[in-house]
């Protein structure tokens, strides 16, 4: 093979591409690979979906750029206004950016100009949970809790303030999952007082966390009482939905499972499926008017608002919505979360099964009552990962314990799987783990399990 060029990350060599439809990719040997993580937990439409690229053909036979200082355009406007449609009623001003960690980023800077707008100007912190992942900017890397992906950079970030992330299921207390939810949420209110409320700008979360700690969910006590404690200081709440979005746990905003209204909230990956860079700021109607009034927003880039890539954020809602996808991630979510706790009874280094609707992960651990970790230099994730490519299915991975340790995979197929498929993704995943746990001596109680 021809040395390449290019460089990202080290690990394991993959297969080029050489064709993707629906669920599937298939290599230049005409290997088909199952798509068991949606990418990086995007490609919610699966791949090559004819109404999208009939969609983008068009627009791109009119205009593929205008520059949203020189023109409006119709894509977007049409786009924008139909993604308030599934917004909370409050929630209703639109800004269009070209991924996850741009998006996060506008809505910081949105919410520090917000603080100035009122005369807040001391308000500038911004708490976040630890671990978390908001982005690969310095800016969000300041927000950001893992560890290597931090640690390089500290010289050159300001960091905030961090509360810890509600891994209620690891914690032995006594205390229910509600009192324990309640007991993380409160940390908030700890670290507002500690900092000094009227310095604090914005509380950022994750509703169901993404690679940084496998689709944890807090307690449902946990999101309420946050956002109690949001409003009863003045403190911004933000929801970054960059993975969680978009229908990917059975609802349109996981907010939407607790009846919760963020302030604002992030969006990418799953808002054009990998069809085209995306991402949509949507925040309160009353904030942005608030930062409008006061003169203009100070914040933009190139391709917002892009005209291809909003026809093909429009074309996969319409999509979404009209093959009733939230409806199928919330079915197939049960249906996958139920095979996965079959998995965790047969083999004991599964510690636990989390997430919500197609947004699901396992952790797996050296011993599910002490929770003590597999040895790092087993580094048994990847491990996953490369026996699971070996048999054409792909995961993805990641440490649970801030990023040097703990490990945990990612199952999180494309809103459009079919039982079927969901069979063929459990076949492949199931013989990986018999595999893995030969390799490392694991306990494996047998498919009756």
Request: with cysteine.
């Amino acid at each position: 093979m021809t040395k390449s060029h290019l460089f990202y990350i080290n690990g394991s060599p993959r297969a080029r591409v050489a064709r993707a439809e629906g669920v599937y990719f298939w290599d230049e040997q005409g290997r088909r690979y199952l798509d068991g993580s949606s990418g990086p937990m995007l490609s919610n439409l699966g791949h090559g979906h004819p109404e999208v690229l009939e969609a983008m053909r068009e627009q791109m036979s009119r205009a593929t750029f205008a520059y949203r200082l020189h023109f409006e355009n119709e894509p977007a406007e049409r786009f924008a206004a139909e993604l308030v449609q599934q917004m909370p009623k409050d929630l209703g001003r639109v800004f269009f950016a070209s991924g996850g960690s741009e998006t996060v980023e506008t809505c910081l800077k949105l919410a520090r100009q917000y603080a100035l707008a009122r005369g807040e100007e001391s308000r500038w912190k911004v708490i976040s949970l630890s671990p978390c992942y908001h982005g690969c900017t310095l800016g969000l890397l300041g927000v950001s809790s893992y560890a290597p992906l931090n640690d390089p950079f500290k010289p050159m970030v300001r960091s905030m303030p961090r509360i810890p992330a509600p891994t209620a299921y690891r914690d032995r207390d006594g205390l229910s999952m509600g009192e324990r939810g309640l007991r993380y949420a409160n940390n908030l209110e700890s670290e507002i007082v500690k900092q000094d409320p009227e310095t604090v700008l914005a509380f950022i979360m994750e509703p169901v966390g993404g690679a940084s700690t496998g689709a944890l969910v807090g307690p449902d006590p946990f999101h309420c009482r946050i956002r109690e404690i949001c409003d009863e200081y003045g403190v911004l709440l933000i929801y970054d939905e960059v993975m969680s979005g978009v229908g990917r746990t059975g609802t349109y905003l996981a907010a939407e499972q607790w009846g919760i209204t963020p302030d604002l909230v992030a969006l990418s990956k799953g808002i054009s499926a990998g069809y085209c860079p995306l991402g949509a700021m949507v925040a309160r109607t009353d904030l942005v008017d608030s930062v409008m009034d006061s003169g203009e927003f100070q914040h933009g880039y190139s391709y917002a608002g892009n005209p291809l890539a909003c026809t093909a954020g429009w074309a996969v809602l319409r999509i979404t919505l009209k093959q009733r996808l939230l409806e199928n991630a919330a079915r197939q979510g049960d249906a996958l979360r139920q095979r996965l706790h079959d998995l965790q009874r047969r083999f004991p280094v599964i510690g636990d099964v989390r997430g919500r609707g197609l947004l699901l992960a396992f952790e797996l651990v050296a011993d599910a009552e002490t929770w003590e970790v597999l040895p790092p230099e087993w580094n048994a994730h990847q491990r996953v990962v490369d026996l699971a490519y070996e048999r054409g299915l792909i995961l993805y991975s990641r440490r649970t314990r801030g990023g040097y340790s703990g490990d945990h995979l990612l199952v999180c197929p494309p809103l459009i799987i079919t039982s079927p498929q969901l069979n063929e993704l459990m076949e492949m995943l199931t013989s990986t783990l018999v595999t893995f746990t030969q390799e490392f001596g694991l306990a494996d109680n047998g498919p009756s399990a």
